[in-house]
C-alpha cells in the first residue's frame, strides 16, 4: 500500500520508492534522510485542521505527513509520500545485509 | 601566540554542532558573514594543553557534500577549501547524533574519505540513552578508523577528551594544502550500507522508539491540539513582545534624555550641538530603544529553535504555506520578520528552492516589523477613539490588530500573485527532519542574544548613525532669510523635495507635511514621527511620550480622519527601511530584486493608501 493510505502508529517498511515522481534533488535530500527501500517506517501525524475534520465525514484530503524512518522523524508533503510504497507484512532482507 | 591552525566543526543538521562549538569556545567567538552570502559564519578559539590556540569554525548542518542550499554550499566550500575568505580547515571535527548513528554515519563516512585529519564527536549520548540506545565507542572508532568521544555538549561533558583527542590530531603547523579535487569513490547507495553495517555494530542494545518526542508529539502534532498550542505560542510571544518590553525601553528613552541633557549642558549652542543633539542622539536613539523588543522577540525564536518546537511549526504550517506556494520552511523566516525583517530575510538561506526563497525574501517586509509600531502608535492615539466596542473589545487595540492582519493577508496574497508572476516555477517541496525535543540551555540561548543585539547596535551606530546626521542637514539648510517668516524645514532641501513628491501623494490624501515626512523614513520607518515632529515645530521635550501627545493633538487638527487612516495603510506596505533593502541586495546578489521589492510594495503603499482614503471619504468619515 501507499504510504498515504497506511494507518498512523502501524509499524512497517519501505517496499518501493517511485523516485521518478519526483525530483533528484528532492530524492537524494530522502534517501539522506534515511528512506530508502528496506528502511522501517511508521506514519505519525498528518498536518492540517481542515483536512482532519473532513476526514471525519469520510472526505480525504492530505496534508503533510510526520513519519518515523529508522529512529528519526521525517516530514514530507503527500506528494511524496505517495511515491513511497510501503508493507505491513514481515521485514524483508535488510537492506544493510549480513555483518 | 602560536595559531596552529583550523579546525572545522561539520556534521548533519540537529547533531549539536552548535552547542559543541559554545562549550568549546564559550563567549570567545566572532560572528560575522561569509563574503558575498549572508551565511553567518561563527568562529571561536581553543586553548589546547600544550598551549597552542586553534581557531575552530562552526559550519551549517548539511547531509552531505553535494548541497542543496546556500549555507550547505558554504559548508561544502569551506571543507574542500574553496570558500572566499576562509582558510582551508587543517582538521574537522565530526560531530554525529548518537540515536541517529547510520543517518549521521553516512556523511561522517564521506568526510573521514576526504583523508583530513578528522576526530569524530559522538554527541548527545545521554539523549541516546533516554531513548534506549547503548553504544560502544570503541568499536566505532574501530570501525570508523578515527578517534571518537562521546560527548554531551549541552553539559559539558566529554570535553577533555575531545580536546585531547583534537591535540593529537591536529597538525603542529598550519600548512597550505592543494584546493581538494572531489571524484566519486564511492556511491551514495555504498555509503549507506556501509553507515549501517558499523552503526549496526557499534549498537550494543537499543529499545526501538523514542517515547518522550513521541509523548510530546501527540499533543504538538495533532491536527486540532497542534494549531491551537501554536496560535496559543503566537498569543503569548506578542504580548511578551509589548508588555515586558516596556520598562526597559523606558530605560533607553531616560538614557538618551539624560545624555540628551547632558550635551545640551556641555556644548555651546550653534550647529555641532543641533547636530549632536537632534542628529545623531535624536535619530540612533529613536532606533536603538526597539533594542527590547527585538530581543525578546529573538528569545522566543531561539527557544523554540533549541527545543526542537520550530520545526514542528514549520510542519504544521505546511498546508498554509503550500496554498499560497511556499513551503512549511517559510513560516520560520516570515515569524522573525515580526521584530526585523532584516534577520528574517537572512534565515531564508535555509530554504532550498530558489524560488520559494526569493519568494520569501520579497514578501518578508510585509510582516509588521517593531519599526512601524511607533507610527501606529502615534496615528492610532490621536485619530482611533479609545472606547470599547463588541462587548468589550478596546476599538484602539482592534484597529491595531487590525493592522498586523492586514499585513499578513497582504503577504499571503502577494506570494500567490509572486508565484504566478515573477518567482513562476514548479512547487517547492517540503522534506525536513524533526529533531528530539530537548531542553534548551539558557547560556547558549543568553549568547544567541547578546550576538544579535551586538549586530543590532553596530548597525545603529554605522548605517543608521550616517543617515540620520545625513537627513539632519537635509532638514536643516538651507536655511530661510531672516525675517522671511518662513519654516525652516520647508525650506530646507528636504522641503523643496517634499513638494516635488506632494503631486503624487496628494490623490492618496497625503498633504506636504505627510511627503517631508515620508523622505527621512525612507532610512527607517520609525523616523517619520521624528520628522513629523520636526516638520509641526513642536518643541521636543526630554519625554518622547509627552512629544508624542503633543504631536497626535497638533495632528488632530491638521489632519482629517481619512488621511490619518491612508498614512496607517500606506505603513502596512511601505518598504521604507535602507537596511531591509540593502540585505536583499546582499541575499540575493542582484540590485534587480531589490528594486523591484521596493517598487511593488511602493505601488501597494499607494493602492493601499488611497483605496482606504477614497473609502473613507466616499463613507463621510
Not at chain 1, 10 to 34: C, F, N, Q
Not at chain 2, 219 to 232: F, N, Q, R, Y
Not at chain 2, 297 to 314: N, S
Amino acid at each position: 500500500m501507499l504510504l498515504t493510505a497506511l494507518a498512523p502508529n502501524k509499524p512497517a517498511y519501505v517496499d518501493r520508492i517511485d523516485w521518478a515522481a519526483m525530483s533528484d534533488a528532492d530524492g537524494k535530500r530522502l534517501r539522506e534522510l534515511g528512506l530508502c527501500e528496506g528502511a522501517s517506517i511508521e506514519l505519525l501525524h498528518r498536518a492540517g485542521l481542515l483536512n482532519w475534520l473532513l476526514s471525519r465525514f469520510g472526505v480525504t484530503r492530505r496534508g503533510a505527513h510526520a513519519c518515523r524512518v529508522g529512529r528519526m522523524i521525517v516530514a514530507m508533503r503527500a506528494a511524496h509520500a505517495a511515491a513511497v510504497t510501503v508493507n505491513t507484512g514481515p521485514v524483508a532482507e535488510d537492506e544493510a545485509g549480513p555483518d | 601566540m602560536d595559531h596552529s591552525g583550523l579546525i572545522a566543526l561539520v556534521g548533519n543538521p540537529n547533531a549539536g554542532k552548535s552547542a559543541l562549538f559554545n562549550a568549546l569556545t564559550g563567549a570567545r567567538q566572532k560572528v560575522g558573514n561569509y563574503p558575498g552570502v549572508t551565511v553567518e559564519r561563527k568562529a571561536g578559539r581553543l586553548a589546547l594543553s600544550d598551549g597552542r590556540h586553534v581557531d575552530i569554525v562552526d559550519l551549517p548542518g548539511t547531509y552531505s557534500l553535494d548541497p542543496k542550499s546556500p549555507d550547505e554550499t558554504v559548508t561544502r566550500n569551506v571543507v574542500f577549501g574553496y570558500q572566499e575568505g576562509e582558510r582551508q580547515p587543517d582538521m574537522l571535527v565530526i560531530v554525529v547524533d548518537a540515536a541517529n548513528l547510520d543517518n549521521h554515519l553516512r556523511f561522517a563516512l564521506e568526510l573521514i574519505a576526504l583523508g583530513r585529519p578528522s576526530v569524530v564527536a559522538l554527541n548527545m549520548v545521554d539523549l541516546a540513552t533516554r531513548d534506549g540506545l547503548e553504544l560502544d565507542a570503541e568499536r566505532l572508532s574501530h570501525d570508523l578508523g578515527v578517534p571518537v568521544i562521546p560527548t554531551v555538549a549541552v553539559r559539558r561533558r566529554g570535553l577533555d577528551h575531545l580536546r585531547d583527542a583534537i591535540e593529537a590530531a591536529v597538525p603542529a603547523h598550519s600548512a597550505q594544502r592543494p584546493v581538494f579535487v572531489p571524484h566519486a569513490e564511492r556511491s551514495e547507495a555504498e555509503l549507506r550500507r556501509e553507515a549501517q553495517r558499523i552503526a549496526r555494530r557499534a549498537i550494543v542494545s537499543e529499545t526501538p522508539s523514542r517515547r518522550l518526542t513521541g509523548a510530546i508529539d501527540k499533543v504538538v502534532l495533532h491536527p486540532v491540539s497542534g494549531p491551537i498550542l501554536l496560535l496559543a505560542l503566537l498569543f503569548v510571544i506578542f504580548q511578551a513582545v509589548f508588555s515586558w518590553s516596556a520598562a526597559p525601553v523606558e530605560m533607553i528613552e531616560g538614557l538618551f534624555a539624560a545624555l540628551q541633557s547632558g550635551v545640551e549642558a556641555t556644548l555651546p549652542k550653534g550647529f555641532l550641538r543641533d547636530l549632536i543633539v537632534q542628529g545623531v542622539i535624536n535619530g540612533v536613539g529613536s532606533v536603538v530603544v526597539f533594542l527590547p523588543q527585538i530581543l525578546i522577540l529573538f528569545f522566543f525564536i531561539l527557544m523554540l529553535e533549541a527545543t526542537g518546537y520550530m520545526t514542528r511549526a514549520a510542519f504544521l504550517m505546511d498546508g498554509l504555506m503550500a496554498k499560497v506556494g511556499l513551503s512549511g520552511r517559510a513560516f520560520i523566516p516570515l515569524l522573525s520578520s515580526f521584530a526585523c525583517a532584516i534577520p528574517g530575510i537572512m534565515a531564508t538561506r535555509t530554504i532550498s528552492d530558489p524560488k520559494d526563497r526569493l519568494t520569501t525574501i520579497l514578501i518578508a517586509p510585509l510582516m509588521t516589523c517593531s519599526a512601524r509600531l511607533p507610527v501606529y502608535a502615534l496615528i492610532i492615539a490621536a485619530f482611533i477613539p479609545d472606547r470599547l466596542v463588541w462587548g468589550g473589545i478596546g476599538l484602539q487595540g482592534l484597529v491595531l490588530f487590525c493592522l498586523y492582519l492586514a499585513g499578513i493577508v497582504g503577504a499571503l496574497i502577494a506570494a500567490v500573485v509572486l508565484r504566478l508572476t515573477v518567482t513562476r516555477g514548479s512547487q517547492g517541496s517540503f522534506l525536513m527532519e524533526l529533531p528530539k525535543y530537548q531542553m534548551p540551555l539558557l547560556r547558549d540561548v543568553m549568547l544567541g542574544l547578546w550576538q544579535r543585539a551586538w549586530i543590532f547596535l553596530r548597525r545603529a551606530g554605522t548605517i543608521i548613525f550616517v543617515t540620520t546626521i545625513i537627513l539632519w542637514v537635509l532638514l536643516s539648510f538651507p536655511k530661510p532669510p531672516q525675517g522671511s517668516g518662513q519654516s525652516i524645514v520647508e525650506y530646507s532641501a528636504a522641503g523643496r523635495i517634499a513638494s516635488v513628491l506632494e503631486p503624487v501623494l496628494r490623490p492618496v490624501g497625503f498633504n506636504h507635511e505627510i511627503a517631508l515626512a515620508l523622505i527621512p523614513a525612507m532610512a527607517a520607518r520609525e523616523v517619520a514621527v521624528s520628522a513629523l515632529a520636526t516638520a509641526n515645530a513642536v518643541e521636543e521635550g526630554d519625554d518622547e511620550d509627552k512629544t508624542a501627545q503633543t504631536l497626535g493633538e497638533r495632528l488632530q487638527g491638521r489632519w482629517s480622519l481619512p488621511t490619518a487612516l491612508a498614512f496607517l495603510a500606506w505603513f502596512v506596505f511601505a518598504p521604507q527601511c535602507l537596511s531591509t533593502i540593502a540585505v536583499t541586495r546582499r541575499e540575493t546578489n542582484s540590485w534587480r530584486w531589490p528594486a523591484f521589492m521596493t517598487g511593488y510594495l511602493f505601488v501597494l503603499a499607494w493602492l493601499a493608501a488611497g483605496a482606504t482614503y477614497w473609502t473613507a471619504i466616499s463613507a463621510g468619515l
